[in-house]
């Protein structure tokens, strides 16, 4: 992908020509936190900080939620800006790595630059590009977990959904590199624009700018998780009928993981839809009972 302009073209070398992103290579004597030893421990330090941070606060300072001053907003931005830059890494090495590669297609039987997104090759290495930012991608999933202990100190309550969501991407970014899954690219792609907008969304209601008049947020989460079905679907065709698909053991996993989050979602979302009905047909039974 040629770039006239000087600036872009610098930008397009860091994002994807620079040695440490074209040589990168996942392997646990060489890359931090690429253990199995690592993530388990890391997401139990996770579950018993949330829950000793938690109990702590309920005896020391009963309900009384926690003023944090302009540290969620602050949080918001950078992750806005994390995602944004993975996002572009991605999307840059991503076009290098269809570019520099597309000549040894036929011979592992990938036909189209969509279906290498959605289906790596039987016994691609976790190496490269794409994969340097999957591990950054794995690494940003760290600082989303502080959202969780912002959410305990501000609203005094233990938000368990969120513990088990943020977990659960932790382990899945984990998999991606583990076992170079397919269609983690895409995966990637529209997580972290979803992230772009969601958490510039929070900073900007953090300023005390008026929010929007949808569920903006839920709304993004339930879009980028249908896409994320569409996309496994997709895998799965091409690896019964294309002659297979790199990492499918995984995938198993982060489709059973994926179909969970999607369940919990719209099962908040149910809920929420009754009660706001409850609501209304109350409101409207006590405006009839007032026009008597």
Not at 60 to 72: E, I
Not at 104 to 117: D, M, Q, S
Not at 200 to 221: D, I, K, M
């Amino acid at each position: 992908m040629e770039i006239p302009f000087p600036p872009l073209e610098a930008v397009r070398f860091y994002l994807s020509e620079q040695p440490m992103v074209v040589n990168f290579r996942w392997s646990p004597a060489l890359t931090w936190g690429s253990t199995w030893f690592f993530i388990f421990a890391a997401i139990a330090a996770y579950l018993a900080a949330a829950i000793a941070v938690h109990i702590l606060l309920l005896l020391v300072a009963g309900r009384r939620p926690v003023p944090l001053g302009p540290l969620p907003a602050l949080h918001g931005l950078a992750v806005a800006i994390v995602s944004a830059v993975i996002f572009a890494g991605t999307l840059v090495s991503a076009v290098a790595e269809i570019r520099d590669t597309r000549w040894f297609w036929r011979r592992t039987g990938t036909a189209t630059p969509v279906h290498w997104l959605l289906c790596f090759p039987l016994g691609t290495r976790p190496s490269g590009r794409v994969f340097f930012w999957s591990y950054a991608f794995y690494l940003s999933r760290f600082l989303h977990l502080l959202r969780t202990f912002s959410a305990i100190l501000r609203r005094r309550v233990l938000p368990l959904f969120q513990i088990f969501n943020q977990s659960t991407l932790l382990l899945m970014s984990f998999l991606w590199l583990e076992f170079s899954q397919s269609s983690q690219v895409l995966a990637i792609l529209s997580s972290t624009l979803l992230y772009v907008v969601i958490c510039g969304y929070r900073f900007w209601t953090e300023l005390g700018l008026p929010p929007a008049s949808f569920q903006l947020v839920g709304n993004c989460h339930v879009a980028v998780l249908g896409c994320h079905m569409a996309c496994h679907v997709g895998l799965l065709f091409l690896h019964l009928f294309g002659g297979g698909c790199n990492g499918m053991g995984a995938w198993i996993i982060n489709s059973f993981l994926n179909g969970a989050i999607l369940m919990l979602i719209l099962k908040f979302y149910a809920e929420k839809a009754r009660s706001s009905s409850s609501e209304y047909l109350k409101s409207d039974g006590d405006w009839k009972k007032d026009d008597q």
